[in-house]
């Protein structure tokens, strides 16, 4: 299991999410995207950036992996899935692919603020910890919110307005090609969620045909919320149920 992380996160956002993992048997990898740690920059990096660097964890594996990714992880992941041959896919509150138009004034405003933010294009976007705490964060307890948002880093500028305002993006960076994705995908939205909302995500999963879960009073951190326990179960329940491929 490889398990991606979403915009000015590092893997570590994965703490709480991959012990279940782990306890049920998988061996789970959660690497940090580049332009993370000290003295390194995301400045300039594409989401294609990020998506071939999961490609090459997954070709340094032995079998190719399950990927799970959570909000902008969720669409590198749709974006690494092909070239990656993995086995299945778990999104959680994932970010939409090129074409998708978001359902909500709250996703126009957004996109409309980060297209406005300076730097333009080039440099990197430090996070809004008041927007974390009010929208991504919502529902994590104070204590915990603290500790996120004190490991939180710049994100490259690049990649988000790729990933919000796609139809100024000439590279198309965030298409995941013609038809459906190939393996079996499961796409998962917290109820509640402002960031990345219940419409949105569903027409993520009816874009990549995805097997498509609401959870009822979650929100954008479906990975370290409370409740995301359940979270967790159903998506293993999930896994449990399909015939995934085994490497050759």
């Known amino acids: 299991m490889v398990m991606v992380h979403g915009a000015f996160c590092g893997g570590w956002a994965f703490e709480h999410f991959c012990g279940a993992y ?33 490609v090459k964890v997954c070709e340094s594996l032995s079998e190719a992996p399950v990927l799970l990714g959570h909000s902008m992880g969720g669409l ?27 359902s909500t004034m709250e996703e126009a405003a957004t996109a409309f603020g980060v297209q ?15 927007l974390m705490r009010s929208h991504g964060l919502d529902r994590v307890p ?32 965030t298409s995941v090609g013609a038809g459906v994705l190939p393996m079996p995908s499961l796409v998962i939205a917290g109820e509640r969620d402002v960031v990345h909302p219940v419409y949105t995500v569903r027409q993520t999963a009816e874009r990549i045909g995805a ?38």
Do not use: K
């Open 142 to 173: 104070r204590a915990r919110q603290a500790a996120i948002l004190d490991r939180l880093c710049p994100e490259s500028g690049r990649a988000i307005r790729e990933v919000l305002n796609w139809w100024l993006d000439p590279f198309m960076s």
């Open 76 to 102: 590198i992941c749709q974006l690494a899935a092909r070239r990656a041959q993995a086995r299945a896919l778990v999104l959680l509150a994932p970010s939409a692919p090129w074409g998708i138009h978001g």
């Open 211 to 248: 097997t498509y879960a609401v959870m009822p009073g979650m929100s954008h951190w479906l990975i370290g919320e409370d409740g995301w326990e359940t979270v967790a179960g159903a998506t293993l329940d999930w896994l449990a149920t399909q015939p995934l491929p085994v490497s050759a």
């Open 116 to 130: 406005l933010a300076d730097p333009f294009w080039m440099g990197s976007v430090a996070p809004d910890r008041g």
């Open 22 to 54: 782990e306890a049920a048997g998988w061996t789970v990898l959660t690497p940090d995207l580049p332009g993370r740690g000290v003295g390194r920059s995301a400045a300039g990096l594409s989401v294609s950036d990020y998506a071939t660097s999961i």
